[in-house]
């Protein structure tokens, strides 16, 4: 069955603080691995695209890594501030080809920054 | 348009009752989908287009759920009969010109729909 799954379920931490977020899938076979930031009351915004020759990849203060071996992926946050609080969420192609194809997603890590 | 546009933003109906959700893509994009967000949930797949291929449907829940998309443009979501456990935000998203698998997905904002 094609899953993903995202750890932890929600997290609070300070302002100024680092944090890592994880996603472990099954889906199969894999064609890329996104990271996505929900703000409330709003559509998923990309933060980051992985396919599987990729290991790491930076946007900013985020930055995803990716094993494709143990299908694992991590999203690390640093020197958070109070705009990083939302929702992150884990997001895996199957290959289909040269189409976008399907996407699964995971739930979610709900992320709150306190000052 | 500048980005993915879905109306109404908020839809209170009673149970029994059909209602459509209407998604605008961003202009020229061929792969457009349907997603449902229960609170506290996931996002769920509904369906797929992508350029003049058929749909991929696989997600929808019930043949109460219907959607239809004319060539590049509008999709309309569909729901009959409406339930409570329908009431949820539904998320339209759109991509590229190609479908190609390291495009970029826009999400519109969604339509919180409320069955009373």
């Known amino acids: 069955k094609n899953q993903v799954e995202q750890s932890p379920q929600s997290l609070i931490i300070l302002e100024g603080k680092n944090c890592t977020l994880q996603c472990n899938y099954t889906v199969s076979p894999f064609s890329n691995l996104r990271w996505y930031k929900q703000d409330t009351g709003r559509g998923p915004v990309s933060l980051t695209i992985m396919t599987f020759s990729e290991n790491t990849k930076s946007n900013g203060r985020y930055t995803a890594t990716l094993d494709a071996d143990t299908k694992q992926s991590s999203l690390h946050i640093t020197a958070s501030q109070l705009s990083d609080s939302a929702s992150y969420i884990c997001v895996v192609s199957r290959d289909r080809g040269s189409t976008l194809g399907r996407l699964y997603f995971g739930r979610g890590t709900q992320l709150t920054v306190w000052p | 348009g500048a980005g993915v546009s879905q109306s109404p933003s908020n839809k209170v109906t009673e149970k029994g009752k059909d209602v459509e959700l209407r998604c605008d893509p961003i202009?020229?994009?061929?792969?457009l989908y349907w997603y449902r967000q229960r609170l506290g949930q996931g996002l769920e797949f509904l369906i797929y287009f992508q350029g003049n291929s058929a749909p991929d449907k696989s997600g929808l829940p019930s043949d109460r759920f219907s959607a239809e998309r004319t060539g590049e443009s509008v999709s309309t979501l569909t729901i009959q009969r409406t339930q409570q456990e329908d009431s949820a935000v539904y998320l339209c998203a759109s991509s590229g010109f190609g479908g190609r698998v390291n495009e970029k997905l826009f999400f519109g904002s969604g339509t919180q729909l409320s069955v009373l």
């Open positions: 202009s020229g994009h061929t792969a």
